[in-house]
């Protein structure tokens, strides 16, 4: 397993991270059953996976509650991030659909409270805004009560996770400017470049952390999506439509001669895509079972993608036509 410095920080963080919002969901078509999800956390510590990333949300406080059971007694040997920013109490999370947004002093100073509690430590080693627009990202109110945090040794640093969907590049960018921001994370991979590129052109600039999710193009690049594939409602994939999976599985051919000439199966490809970016900090692959938290840590093998087909996949995505970016209506 590969380390890297995350952003500006002295935080050393495994290039493969844990997302831990699947073992608290059923949003990636399985639910995953507590001890289950014990095993797992246990399996990519001893992988070399050391930074885990949740959210209080996921599950309403399930997941941190996992994750603090499993490391109690091992805090210092692993990096511990989560978010907040959703008021979810009293109200039913499914799917896509966005609860009430809450980012004032009170509201951040009861959900920091709470994490810590659940995750059974005295501090945090990341904090981060879950899902900011970009009235957050401008309010210094909000930065300022994170930065007193810092201060305050509660929380080594802070990030902000841009989303829900691929998008919001202004939120990003200005996020950046913040002094004690060490890292951002958002939705990049082979597919779907935009915004990422420009996000991890600034990230090095800056010297701040690019952190990763939706590696798999939501199992496109797994194979775990096909043309005959019949995503569930409350799935989180269900707002892939048909369309979007028949010209990507179309990418992923074009892509297979780097593959296979490196030989790399179209998932490692992607995955080493990634980890060969500079600006890239860690990846979050979604992960719902022990095999596959093997599977992904055996990537991790130090070897990535040479110059001259980086510039190929480049090549070949800038022929692709543009797609829909989300953001902040004021951003637009």
């Known amino acids: 397993m590969n380390y890297n410095k995350l952003g500006k920080t002295d935080i050393k963080v495994s290039e493969l991270g844990f997302g831990a919002w699947a073992i608290a969901l059923d949003w990636w078509g399985k639910k995953i059953e507590e001890d289950e999800a014990k095993r797992m956390l246990k399996k990519a510590y001893d992988v070399g996976i050391n930074f885990f990333e949740t959210g209080d949300m996921y599950g309403k406080g399930k997941s941190e509650r996992l994750i603090g059971e499993v490391f109690k007694d091992m805090r210092d040997e692993v990096v511990i991030s989560t978010k907040y920013g959703y008021d979810f109490e009293g109200v039913e999370q499914i799917g896509h659909t966005e609860l009430p947004q809450k980012f004032d002093e009170d509201f951040t100073r009861m959900a920091l409270r709470n994490s810590l509690e659940r995750l059974q430590t005295d501090h945090l080693d990341m904090y981060g805004l879950h899902n900011p627009k970009l009235n957050h990202i401008r309010d210094d109110s909000i930065f300022n009560v994170l930065d007193s945090f810092v201060a305050d040794e509660t929380i080594k640093t802070y990030q902000i996770a841009l989303g829900p969907a691929i998008g919001w590049t202004q939120e990003g960018l200005e996020a950046m400017d913040r002094p004690n921001l060490s890292a951002v994370q958002t939705v990049y991979n082979i597919l779907e470049q935009t915004p990422g590129n420009e996000l991890l052109r600034k990230a ?50 074009l892509l297979r001669p780097i593959a296979e000439r490196n030989g790399l199966s179209i998932t490692e490809l992607a995955m080493k895509f990634i980890m060969t970016k500079k600006g890239f900090a860690s990846v979050f692959p979604t992960m719902i079972s022990e095999e596959e938290i093997i599977n992904y840590a055996e990537m991790t093998d130090g070897k990535y993608i040479s110059t001259s087909d980086m510039k190929e996949i480049d090549e070949l995505y800038n022929t692709w036509p543009s797609y829909e970016l989300k953001a902040t209506p004021q951003a637009n």
């Open 204 to 253: 090095e600039e800056k010297n701040v952390g690019i952190l990763v999710r939706v590696p798999e193009a939501s199992g496109i690049l797994t194979g775990k999506v096909n043309a005959d594939t019949k995503i569930d409602e409350k799935d989180h994939r269900s707002v892939r439509k048909g369309e979007w999976i028949k010209a990507s599985l179309e990418k992923v051919e």
